[in-house]
C-alpha cells in the first residue's frame, strides 16, 4: 500500500501544474470495486477517459455513515495498492433505483462491453457482495447514487 506521503506528491503536482486548485483541501482518496483485478482496470479506464461515472448504492453511505458526494467533489483514484492514478471532479449526482438504471449511464461507466445487460450484472453482484456481510439482501428497487466525473489530473 502506498503510503499517504505518496498521494500528498501526487497532490502536489497536481497543485503545481493547477494552481487555481491551490485554497482546496487534499481530497479523499480511494479505488473502485472490491478486488484488485477490477480496481486496477477501473483506474486504468479513468485515466483513459473511458470510464466517466461510478455507482454506489445508498445503502452503502448510509451503513458506513459516509457523506454523499456533491457537485464539485474532487478525488484521487489509486489502484488496488493505492498508487494515485488520477484526479477527478464530480460534476453530476442522480439517485436512481437499480431496476431504472438506464443504457446510457452503464456505458458513461464504461466497464466490460459498457452494455447495461453487463452492468446490471457485475453490479448486482458486487452490491450482493457488500451488503452479505451485513446479512442484508439486494433489492432491485434499492437506490444507487450514480456520480458522474471528469478527469482533471493524471500523470500518464
Not at 35 to 57: F, M, P
Not at 78 to 103: L, R
Amino acid at each position: 500500500m502506498k503510503t499517504t506521503s505518496d498521494i500528498e506528491k501526487f497532490w502536489n503536482r497536481f497543485i503545481i501544474s493547477n494552481p487555481d486548485y491551490c485554497s482546496k483541501a487534499i481530497p479523499q482518496s480511494y479505488y473502485f470495486c472490491d478486488n484488485k483485478k477490477d480496481a486496477d482496470e477501473c483506474a486504468d479506464l479513468v485515466v483513459q477517459d473511458i470510464k466517466k461515472a461510478t455507482a454506489t448504492s445508498l445503502w452503502y453511505f448510509e451503513q458506513h455513515n459516509e457523506i454523499l458526494p456533491k457537485i464539485g467533489d474532487l478525488a484521487i483514484v489509486t489502484d488496488w495498492t493505492g498508487n494515485p492514478k488520477t484526479i477527478i471532479e464530480t460534476t453530476k449526482i442522480e439517485h436512481v433505483a437499480f431496476n431504472q438504471i438506464t443504457a446510457e449511464v452503464a456505458e458513461i461507466e464504461g466497464e466490460g462491453d459498457k452494455s447495461l445487460k453487463y452492468w446490471k450484472e457485475v453490479h448486482q453482484a458486487y452490491y450482493e457482495r457488500e451488503m452479505e456481510t451485513y446479512s442484508d439482501e439486494f433489492d432491485e428497487n434499492m437506490i444507487i447514487v450514480c456520480e458522474y466525473f471528469r478527469r482533471i489530473y493524471s500523470e500518464v
